[in-house]
């Protein structure tokens, strides 16, 4: 996850782009911006990367802009939110095994950690993908659940509540995984009702069947197919929810 989502203060501009990466359309998102500056060409690069992450695809159109933002980047902040978003593209390359890039995921990682300062707004999405890496290529549940909580204390304080949706669905992912159903459930249920209000659709199935692994029946059933419905309406996005949809005891990894 990258970004907080949109307000009622946003300009227009920013508010079309969220519709639409709401909706899974990440490249008619970017072609809305005009990468001649730091700041869009860093944005416009997230939502491509973004779209790596749950489509599996577009993998050239994320590397050209990602470049594009890192030749753009002058000041620490520039430098080591681009270095973020190298990291998290690296991370899905080898999460998805298009090609192993663990080791260049964690050194662009510890770039950023190196630049962005520890109380920055930027600090928070850093430590969660940090935490992903910990979580899902390293194996170590305990220094992911130190990270994702350094993130969800982050994401709270600087508002950001898409971020904080993830931070609920990862330590919540954690507590399942531990037999602490009670905690999981919280987790999952309060990064189900973010994604809701902020009208995060792409986000959505994914955290409707999470809450429904912590649930009996009928109501397992009763998200579940509510989660099929949006998978459908998106086109099969997020690509790797549907072995979590048929059947629905098959397991997968979660970006």
Not at 84 to 94: D, F, I, P, Q, V
């Amino acid at each position: 996850m990258s970004g907080d989502g949109t307000t009622a203060e946003d300009d227009p501009l920013q508010t079309a782009v969220w519709r639409l990466r709401s909706r899974a359309c990440w490249v008619d998102a970017a072609a809305l911006l005009t990468p001649a500056t730091p700041q869009p060409a860093l944005q416009r690069a997230s939502l491509l990367v973004e779209r790596c992450l749950y489509t599996e695809a577009g993998w050239e159109d994320a590397e050209d802009a990602l470049r594009t933002a890192e030749a753009l980047a002058h000041t620490d902040d520039e430098r080591g939110a681009a270095a973020c978003e190298r990291g998290y593209l690296a991370y899905a390359a080898t999460l998805f095994q298009v090609r192993d890039r663990a080791d260049e995921a964690r050194a662009a990682l510890g770039r950023a950690a190196a630049l962005i300062a520890p109380g920055a707004p930027g600090r928070p999405l850093l430590d969660f993908r940090r935490g992903l890496i910990a979580e899902n290529l390293t194996r170590s549940p305990q220094a992911a659940r130190a990270a994702y909580r350094r993130a969800h204390a982050g994401a709270t304080a600087h508002a950001d509540p898409l971020l904080l949706s993830a931070t609920w669905r990862h330590l919540a992912g954690l507590a399942l995984r531990e037999g602490e159903l009670t905690e999981a459930r919280h987790g999952f249920a309060e990064s189900l009702r973010i994604r809701e209000e902020l009208g995060y659709l792409v986000g959505t199935a994914p955290a409707l069947v999470s809450l429904a692994d912590t649930e009996t029946e009928p109501e397992a059933s009763r998200l579940r197919e509510e989660a099929r419905r949006l998978f459908r309406l998106l086109g099969g996005v997020p690509t790797w929810l549907s072995d979590r949809l048929s059947p629905p005891e098959a397991d997968a990894a979660t970006a």
